[in-house]
């Protein structure tokens, strides 16, 4: 049953092209790059610290700030594969996504399914956090990078999504406030880092 009432109008709907905007584009296309750039960094320092393991990582900054504890955890590989790869894989999707979106509307499933692949980018973002707070006692900086590039495309793709499956009359209130949704999303980590790891910023003090 579709908003007007009329049985089968959603699916004529979901037909239906839809823009979010040159402005929320372009943020999804820096969040790839900087998603991007940040998912290579890491990368590159595993393959260093492969060649070399007895060389200081540039990316261990302080008690707070480093990657040591977790480059070659478990964490930090899904079935063998670095999840940099994977991340390079999926902001390169994303920054062809967005081009796209800044140059035309998109059909309504698409931002569908970028909703979804954006909430399980926060799904595993919580994830890595808590075991960035609870197994590795640092947070990764390059990862951080990666979660602030997630939570910049999240605060479009979801939104945009829910417009497009519901068509509320909210939609365009709901995608002029995007920089709002991500705000949340970073004072949330800024909270749990700030109550988790005061012996790590103390010492890093």
């Known amino acids: ?54 060389a200081a990582l540039e990316c261990d900054v302080n008690a707070l700030i480093g990657c040591g504890a977790s480059l070659m955890s478990k964490q930090a590989h899904f079935l063998g594969i670095p999840n940099s790869i994977l991340g390079i894989v999926a902001f390169a999707a994303l920054m062809v996504f967005a081009t796209v979106a800044m140059l035309r509307a998109l059909p309504r499933p698409l931002w569908i399914l970028g909703g979804i692949a954006s909430l399980g980018g926060i799904i595993f973002v919580i994830w890595f956090l808590y075991h960035s707070v609870v197994t590795f006692g640092t947070l990764c900086p390059y990862c951080l990078l990666v979660w602030s590039a997630t939570f910049f495309a999240a605060s479009v793709l979801i939104p945009a999504a829910w417009v497009a499956w519901k068509q509320p009359p909210t939609a365009e209130l709901l995608m002029k406030h995007t920089w709002a949704y991500a705000l949340v999303l970073h004072l949330a980590v800024a909270i749990v880092v700030i109550l988790s790891m005061q012996e790590q910023i103390g010492a890093s003090l």
């Open 1 to 54: 049953m579709s908003a007007t009432g009329k049985p089968g109008n959603r699916r004529l709907q979901l037909d239906k092209q839809m823009a979010v905007g040159k402005i929320n584009a372009f943020i999804l296309w820096l969040a790839a790059i900087l998603g991007a750039g940040a998912s290579i960094k890491l990368l590159l320092t595993e393959r260093a610290h492969v060649v070399d393991p007895s």
